[in-house]
């Protein structure tokens, strides 16, 4: 069965910086593109940085600059360097299976739910930032 296991996350003050990590498994990582959506409490599932199956990096408007995705195919996972946060970045994250062209287009009514074939979603880790 497949699954996407997070881990990091926590409680930081602005300026500082998190890394979340996210493991699959019972699919085959390395033919996946991979990426990481938020969702704070107020706002839509917002698709924030991604990496394709040949290292292709991508990251929205809103982080670009601080925060990266990469991947290890050898251990089955991607990582969410997030640095320089700040009080808007908090939210909920999540790592996801995706098709990486349609994800930085199109908007989706809500992080966790499955679209199609490997769009599947971790468990979502809570990220808060103090002032």
């Known amino acids: 069965e497949p699954r996407l296991e997070q881990s990091g996350g926590g409680s930081v003050q602005a300026g500082g910086a998190l890394r979340l990590s996210c493991t699959a498994s019972g699919f085959t990582f390395e033919d996946s593109d991979m990426g990481w959506y938020r969702q704070g409490p107020e706002n839509e599932c917002e698709f924030v940085s991604g990496?394709?199956?040949?290292?292709?990096?991508y990251s929205a408007d809103s982080v670009k600059g601080r925060f990266a995705t990469s991947r290890d195919n050898t251990h089955n996972t991607i990582y969410l360097q997030m640095n320089s946060l700040n009080p808007e970045d908090t939210a909920v994250y999540y790592c996801a299976g995706v098709i990486l062209k349609v994800a930085r287009r199109a908007k989706i009514p809500a992080c966790g739910v499955r679209l199609y074939q490997n769009n599947y979603w971790g468990q979502g880790t809570q990220v808060t930032v103090s002032s």
């Open positions: 990496i394709s199956t040949d290292g292709t990096t």
